[in-house]
């Protein structure tokens, strides 16, 4: 009998079934459950059936990020609604204006653990897989129907294994490594599938530079993402977990839909768009077109290490005439150690505009929203046309080391040609 | 699914910021979603769209945000069912969730055209052309989906299966 996939081990563990594997249709239990501003929807569909409270508020989490703080008074008036549910219910782990993006504070605040069943309400849930969990994004009504009865079906997903081997070249980040399997998949490649992220390039890999690549996972149709929990997420949660060790990863003779194999050390700052994430490409096939807007942040890219980035690029340079640059720290604990570290103070003087932990301008609704016929260069996830304002702008996405460089050239840059660049 | 019902046609990979566009999701209301859906693919959509019309769409409908905002648009518009090539992982199953009939059929696409009108056969299991000279049939649907379906949506498949 072939061995088993991490994917369908986490799903047997959750189902009760010892044998589930792919293509099998089980009913699980996840082991934690959250939502954002949609909470609103969820508890919307949740008192249709008119039960006390969630089966176990230990295991629910609520965040407000997406339009954080409210946008308009009808936000507010949801965020009140929302806190009145959380409040209702006893929920504890409920994070309000200020703190955070979901994706961010499920590993930030150790929520989450390796090897557990995650579901979120939204479609980056697949970041939480950077700590080895089995992260899915599901609707509102589906997570009431959690909320009621602790359980949901699940298909089991076929995993497609990405072997990255290799070092990454200067100027480039795991962010270029995404945006180059998104190249090589498409951006419905990984339709279902579980992406399982493996080789020599993960050991020195950050658990940041992981939920990028996780998060990224989706943008390519993926159900879950995982890199298996090793060292560097052991030292994370500061002992060894309790799980034993081969719950944690795939068998080796475990059965994998196809196996993609990628040497890092050739991928170079790579941008996509407009509109598709698979119309992705060297920089240099961008350079000159001109830049409007410069986001750094979001769940996909808005940790200390991103900030970091962007500021090694800034320091003693200024954003270009006629374009302004936007910095969403993607937690409370990023902004404090960016303010801690003179990071903060770096990007300021280059001219940033840092605006409240939270997804910010990412998802259009407000905090940078784009004008009919502007362009913007982001550090987020998604570039379909009219996501972050008029359906007339064009997004790029790029590294928060591309996107910093084209701020300070004004048009889309290489960050390599900038850094060697005299001050 | 009886009568005949207008076929809006749209593309491969039509996403939920094209269904439902991220600056209207601070209204919840359905009649607001209704206002706005397809606005991204379509601004003529939502004031030509007829209860009981059917979207017959390409590959990775749905694709993109969770945002169950985008199913909530399109019922509330009065969209009947969608025919796709396939859906994406999430839009599918909130679709499920809310009772909107999400069919997938390989061949409609190409047979039918936008703005022809259509019939949605049950017994046959086919979108089939008012002379009934073209037909296409769905792939059956999963046991596990059809029973919450059947009931209208998850809510009612629960309220039923708690005794609520």
């Known amino acids: ?423 | 699914m009886p009568g005949e019902h207008r076929i809006w046609k749209f593309g491969d990979d039509v996403n939920t910021d094209l269904i439902i566009p991220g600056r209207y999701l601070d209204n919840y209301d359905p009649k607001h979603l209704a206002l706005h859906a397809m606005e991204g693919a379509s601004p003529e959509f939502a004031a030509g769209v007829s209860r009981g019309d059917i979207l017959l769409v390409g590959e990775n409908f749905g694709c993109g945000s969770s945002r169950e905002q985008a199913v909530i648009a399109l019922k509330q518009a009065g969209v009947s069912a969608l025919v796709a090539k396939s859906y994406a992982r999430i839009f599918y199953r909130n679709s499920v969730n809310l009772g909107l009939m999400v069919l997938v059929s390989q061949s409609a696409y190409a047979m039918f055209d936008d703005g022809e009108e259509a019939v949605l056969d049950s017994d046959e299991n086919a979108i089939i052309s008012i002379d009934r000279k073209k037909k296409a049939f769905f792939e059956p649907i999963p046991a596990h989906v059809l029973k919450i379906l059947e009931q209208g949506g998850l809510m009612p498949y629960l309220r039923k299966r708690l005794g609520r």
């Open chain 1, 1 to 423: 009998m072939a061995g088993k996939t991490l994917a369908e081990k986490i799903l047997s563990r959750a189902s009760g079934k010892a044998d589930a594997e792919a293509g099998d249709v089980v009913e699980a239990k996840p082991d934690f459950v959250f939502s954002h501003e949609n909470t609103f929807l969820v508890n919307r569909s949740f008192a249709e059936l008119g039960l006390e409270k969630p089966w176990d508020v230990s295991k629910v989490a609520v965040f407000l990020d997406h339009r954080s703080p409210a946008n308009t008074a009808q936000t507010a008036a949801a965020h009140a609604r929302i806190r009145e549910v959380v409040r209702k219910f006893g929920i504890e782990r409920f994070y309000d204006v200020g703190e955070g993006i979901c994706h961010n504070l499920l590993i930030e605040e150790r929520l989450i653990r390796p090897a557990q069943l995650v579901l979120g309400s939204d479609s980056h849930t697949t970041t939480a897989g950077a700590i080895g969990a089995f992260g899915a994004g599901i609707g509102a009504t589906e997570m009431a129907g959690i909320w009621a009865t602790g359980s949901i079906w699940l298909k089991v997903p076929a995993t497609l294994r990405v072997d990255l081997g290799g070092h990454l070249p200067v100027g480039s980040y795991s962010k270029d490594v995404a945006l180059q399997l998104a190249r090589k998949l498409g951006h419905s490649g990984a339709d279902y599938m579980c992406v399982e992220f493996s080789g020599s390039y993960l050991v020195d890999t950050t658990i940041a530079s992981r939920m990028v690549l996780c998060n990224m996972a989706a943008e390519m149709g993926a159900k879950t993402a995982l890199v298996p929990a090793d060292a560097t997420v052991y030292s994370w949660y500061s002992s060894r977990p309790s799980e034993d060790r081969s719950a944690l990863c795939s068998d080796d003779d475990a059965r994998f839909e196809a196996t993609i194999r990628m040497d890092v050390s050739q991928i170079p700052p790579t941008v996509s768009g407009p509109d598709k994430i698979d119309l992705s490409d060297s920089v240099d096939k961008f350079l000159d077109i001109d830049v409007n807007q410069a986001f750094v942040g979001s769940c996909t890219n808005g940790r200390l290490e991103d900030l970091v980035a962007a500021a090694q690029i800034l320091k003693d340079r200024h954003v270009a005439k006629g374009c302004r640059l936007i910095v969403g720290p993607a937690s409370r604990r990023v902004l404090e150690d960016a303010i801690e570290s003179g990071v903060a103070k770096i990007l300021l003087d280059a001219g940033a505009a840092i605006i409240p932990p939270g997804c910010g301008p990412c998802l259009g609704s407000h905090e940078g929203v784009l004008g009919p016929g502007e362009t913007c260069i982001s550090s987020s996830n998604r570039n379909f046309r009219g996501r972050m304002g008029s359906d007339d702008a064009k997004i790029y996405i790029a590294s928060p080391a591309t996107v910093a460089a084209s701020a300070v050239r004004g048009r889309i840059a290489d960050p390599r040609e900038v850094l060697v660049d005299a001050r």
